[in-house]
């Protein structure tokens, strides 16, 4: 533990000399200067509270379903949300659902004290893969109950490996674990976690399913893709993406392209713009009657992605070059053949779409061209790839509900 406490207290000062040069260590800085104010100020110590902590936004949006169906059954409580990234905590600090929104303080023993000196939770839910041994430690400590929600563990992770069996000891003090799929289940046996082991699923996908309800109807893009004869949504891309994608519909005039980067940046988009070889619009300049003449619509804004994917006969998924894929479930939910690259290992619900159908992995030019090139021609092969993508998600939502049920909540 000590050896532990000794990293973390390396990379907060390895943080803080960087932040000066690099805008998220900055953000991650400033941020945690200001959650102890925010705790002081927003806590109402005669409250009761329930705490959930997500490393960032895809965590936030996995936890989302459970916190939401707390606050309907339970008003009595109070939600104290806490985020570890700048890519959570910037993008839902006003988010209604809590009430109270911070960062997480590194996860030092001083911090500990002082967290819990102004904050007395009674229980703890910790979401995929947020295990900080100090913070669950000292709710093993007050007798707060901890509970992994949406865990997954893989053979390479450092609690199965020789020299993680100290780090390990921090399974022991979470009370239930929620985990994915059942190898999750066998690997924590390995280390004695016994009895208190749920496989429900991911509740992503019941996240996704919410989303997919209640999505918004986007007048602009309508109208662009009202005549089209066929629409590829591509969303969350980096360059090796835009690169094969580009290509392809520069030289497919029947197609439209909707095109959503992971980076949203001025030298990103004039980067994306200059390989254009067709009428091409960005979102925000687009209006009216002058949308219908683009072929392909770039979204310069955050936060329309999800609505999007509903306008598109075929998704793309991008990150599969590099970073690794983004949010399949979040394209895969509308039905849709979804598109992604080689770098999709570490991705259950990919791999899963992968071996239904629902998913085409693509490695280069040629492969892109020839699996869009069936989809556009081959209508049967079009809706049982899409067939097979919504079977998915919905056959396995239910997550958030089973984990309300164990805990008797």
Not at 131 to 160: A, D, Q, T
């Amino acid at each position: 533990m000590l050896l532990y406490t000794l990293s973390i207290y390396l990379y907060m000062f390895g943080v803080i000399l960087v932040s000066p040069f690099y805008k998220k260590a900055r953000l991650m800085v400033t941020g945690r200067f200001s959650s102890y104010k925010i705790l002081r100020r927003k806590i109402d110590k005669s409250a009761h509270y329930v705490w959930f902590h997500a490393a960032s936004l895809g965590e936030f949006e996995q936890g989302r379903p459970l916190m939401e169906m707390f606050r309907r059954s339970h008003p009595e409580y109070k939600i104290l949300l806490t985020f570890f990234s700048p890519s959570g905590y910037e993008v839902r600090k006003n988010y209604e659902g809590a009430d109270v929104v911070c960062y997480l303080p590194f996860d030092t023993y001083g911090n500990v004290m002082s967290f819990f000196r102004l904050v007395h939770p009674e229980m703890a839910f910790f979401i995929k893969y947020e295990f900080w041994m100090n913070y669950i430690f000292g709710c093993y400590l007050r007798h707060i109950p901890v509970y992994s929600i949406s865990s997954i563990f893989r053979p390479e992770k450092v609690f199965f490996r020789w020299y993680g069996w100290a780090y390990a000891k921090v399974l022991k003090c979470v009370t239930h674990f929620f985990v994915q799929d059942e190898q999750s289940l066998q690997l924590l046996a390995t280390r004695g976690i016994k009895g208190n082991v749920t496989v429900v699923g991911d509740t992503r996908f019941d996240r996704v399913i919410d989303i997919c309800k209640a999505a918004e109807a986007l007048p602009l893009v309508e109208r662009f893709t009202a005549n089209a004869d066929f629409t590829l949504v591509a969303g969350s891309t980096w360059p090796p993406d835009e690169e094969l994608i580009i290509n392809y519909f520069n030289a497919h005039p029947r197609m439209k392209l909707i095109l959503a980067p992971h980076v949203v940046s001025e030298s990103h988009l004039h980067h994306i713009e200059s390989k254009m070889g067709r009428p091409f619009l960005r979102y925000s300049d687009a209006a009216g009657e002058q949308v219908s003449g683009a072929d392909a619509l770039l979204i310069n804004r955050y936060g329309l992605l999800s609505s999007i994917y509903r306008y598109a006969d075929v998704a793309y998924v991008g990150g599969g070059f590099g970073v690794g894929i983004h949010n399949v479930p979040e394209a895969a939910v509308y039905g849709l053949p979804v598109l992604i690259g080689p770098n999709n290992q570490g991705f259950a619900e990919a791999q899963a779409l992968l071996r239904l159908g629902g998913c085409l992995e693509i490695h280069n030019q040629q492969e892109f061209d020839i699996r869009l090139d069936t989809l556009v021609s081959d209508q049967a092969a079009l809706r049982a790839a899409g067939k097979a993508s919504r079977d998915y998600i919905f056959g396995n939502a239910g997550a958030s509900a089973a984990i309300f049920r164990q805990l008797g909540l």
